[in-house]
């Protein structure tokens, strides 16, 4: 699934080292610890008519990757939500946009691997575009298994939420050469760990289930199902989860700030099928919507 390209995002404004240029100049240099190792940390914003949804959650999750990294120089929460304002009020938007929140190291001195080069501070670069949900969410996705496995902490903790993509970008890879709308990524003894851009639930006998977060991002969105979870009283667990599980859920969805709450419909080439008597996924996706605007933050 491709997302088309947004004219109105031809003449769009991004926050840069402190400056807003226009998309045709917004540049960083060869020398900064992005280009050179992907050394850089992240975080995705969706922006409703109501604000910024769970910004100080994103914001938490950014200092947390930035410190386990030891940046230096990091800009406070204040100045990245003054920059995160000024793009928004630059280009106009209220709402139906996502942010690409980027900070790296910064620049270096000389090209090289050592942290000890970049001498200048951090680079804090706000990409806000018009952006909708990237997954069909009322017709659901189809994914298929991955060979390319999620990093588990013994190899890059998936805690740091940093920008080295590239096993997720594989997986993505492969996705799109079978075909499917996303990769299902397993971890290093064979568990289902999520998809190569969002976590994943399933549910079974009226019980949601999802994966560990040892391999997994423990998702902004993620957090929020299981916190809806309680308060709907549906029983929850965290565990080990076979594909066999998953090929033989009730219900399959995934969860995301790019794409909110997606069914997934058919993994393998196994349908979904609902043999409960429940529908447990609208309850849950229902109740998402109606909390979105007492998560949101206008700045």
């Excluded at 940046?71 to 000024?86: G, L, Q, T, V």
């Excluded at 190899?155 to 590239?166: T, W, Y």
Aim: glycine share 6%; net charge positive.
């Amino acid at each position: 699934m491709l997302q088309k390209h947004n004219p109105k995002n031809d003449d769009i404004y991004v926050h840069v080292a402190g400056k807003l240029v226009h998309r045709d100049n917004a540049k960083v240099s060869v020398f900064d610890s992005s280009v050179q190792g992907g050394d850089a940390v992240w975080e995705g914003l969706r922006v409703y008519k109501q604000g910024l949804f769970c910004l100080d959650r994103h914001l938490d999750r950014l200092f947390t990757s930035a410190k386990a990294l030891m940046f230096e120089n990091i800009p406070d929460r204040s100045s990245i939500k003054k920059a995160i304002a000024e793009t928004l009020a630059k280009n106009n938007m209220v709402e139906g946009c996502h942010i690409r929140l980027t900070l790296t190291r910064g620049e270096k001195i000389t090209s090289g691997m050592d942290p000890r080069l970049n001498q200048k501070g951090c680079c804090l670069i706000v990409l806000a575009e018009w952006k909708a949900p990237v997954y069909d969410n009322d017709g659901g996705i189809k994914v298929i298994t991955s060979s390319i496995r999620r990093n588990a902490p013994q190899f890059l903790d998936s805690k740091i939420h940093h920008n080295n993509l590239l096993n997720n970008i594989l997986a993505k890879i492969q996705a799109n050469v079978a075909g499917k709308d996303a990769a299902l990524m397993l971890d290093e003894q064979g568990f289902v760990s999520e998809l190569n851009g969002t976590n994943l639930f399933m549910f079974k006998n009226n019980i949601l289930y999802t994966p560990h977060a040892h391999a997994c991002l423990p998702g902004i969105t993620r957090g929020l199902v299981m916190e809806i979870a309680e308060e709907l009283k549906i029983p929850l667990r965290e565990k080990n989860l076979s594909l066999t599980e998953f090929y033989t859920a009730d219900e399959v969805f995934a969860t995301g700030t790019m794409g909110e709450l997606t069914p997934v419909v058919e993994i393998d080439g196994r349908k979904i099928e609902n043999r409960s008597s429940q529908r447990n996924f609208e309850k849950i996706h229902s109740t998402f919507l109606k909390i979105i605007p007492g998560f949101c933050e206008k700045l």
